[in-house]
């Protein structure tokens, strides 16, 4: 890493770019950009406008340090602290998986299939809350329970639901779907249930991106033996969760869709269906309780 610390802020964009991509990182030019606009303060925009402003000596300490985290293939997300989700703003740690934009798939599909306006949604696996909050901004009279394993996670879904005004129709629960009597503890029925569980097969996670790999939490990834596991509890769950009626909405990892598709039918769930996400990748698999 250059000495950024006589730079001006153009300067210091055009010296770190280099660094990043010599890291392995895909789109050096854009993160450079945006590490700057976090280091300033005032987003990428702020870049443009103070491009030719000497960075001060703390700005200076803060662009080292978030590039040197991020050659080291540490999220940009986690660094910044930050992604957007369905145009709303969310805080991310290491602790929650990074809302992706594939994942806006499942809350399209939950707001198209909906039966009428949905009082009750439950996120299994939520994370940062991404699915639920994105889901309860657009159900203005909704109410809505996340769960996660990891109570570190659900602090970070308790703030994300203050932080968009959603905390009094949002409550978050601990339980652990690995463990016996996970279900119980959660009320409903629900009007509609989301997940985006772990779903990569053991044996793809050495060769996932080490951004993913080495800095995401191993708990929102790992699917067991054929990425398959959560689904079987989860399907299984969604008899006594789901009010008749009510709709069910998985993610699910490439060429996977046929398989929780087969498992919600034997089921015996209504209406099975998948959709795909902009990559023309099956994302979103839905059904409707009977
Ligand atoms: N979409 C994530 C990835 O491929 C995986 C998320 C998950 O397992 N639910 O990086």
């Keep these: 890493m250059p000495d950024v610390s006589v730079l001006t802020v153009g300067q210091a964009q055009r010296a770190v770019a280099p660094v990043l991509r010599g890291a392995g990182i895909d789109e050096p030019v854009l993160e450079a950009r945006l590490l700057l606009g976090f280091v300033l303060g005032g987003g990428p925009e702020r870049v443009l406008a103070d491009r030719d402003e000497p960075l001060s000596a703390d700005q200076a300490r803060a662009l080292a340090d978030a590039v040197e985290r991020r050659a080291r293939r540490v999220p940009l997300s986690q660094i910044v602290g930050r992604r957007e989700f369905w145009s709303l703003d969310f805080k991310v740690t290491a602790d929650t998986l990074t809302p992706r934009a594939d994942s806006e798939t499942i809350v399209e599909t939950a707001l198209e299939r909906a039966p009428g306006t949905p009082a009750s949604v439950l996120d299994l696996g939520t994370g940062t809350g991404c699915l639920l909050l994105a889901l309860l901004s657009e159900w203005k009279g909704a109410s809505g329970v996340g769960v996660d394993a990891s109570e570190d996670a659900l602090a970070v879904a308790r703030d994300n639901a203050a932080g968009l005004g959603l905390a009094d129709r949002a409550r978050f629960i601990r339980a652990d779907w690995r463990e016996p009597g996970w279900a119980a503890r959660l009320g409903g029925p629900f009007d509609v249930v989301v997940s985006n569980p772990p779903y990569i097969p053991e044996a793809d996670i050495a060769g996932l991106e080490p951004d993913v790999r080495d800095h995401e939490p191993r708990l929102a990834l790992s699917g ?22 009510g709709l069910a909405v998985f993610e699910v990892g490439v060429a996977q869709a046929d398989d929780v598709r087969a498992l919600l039918t034997a089921a015996g769930m209504d209406g099975v269906q998948a959709r795909a996400d902009l990559g023309g990748v099956a994302r979103a698999v839905s059904a409707l309780a009977p």
């Design 224 to 245: 067991g033996a054929d990425g398959l596991d959560a689904y079987r509890v989860l399907v299984r769950a969604l008899a006594g969760l789901l009010r008749p009626g």
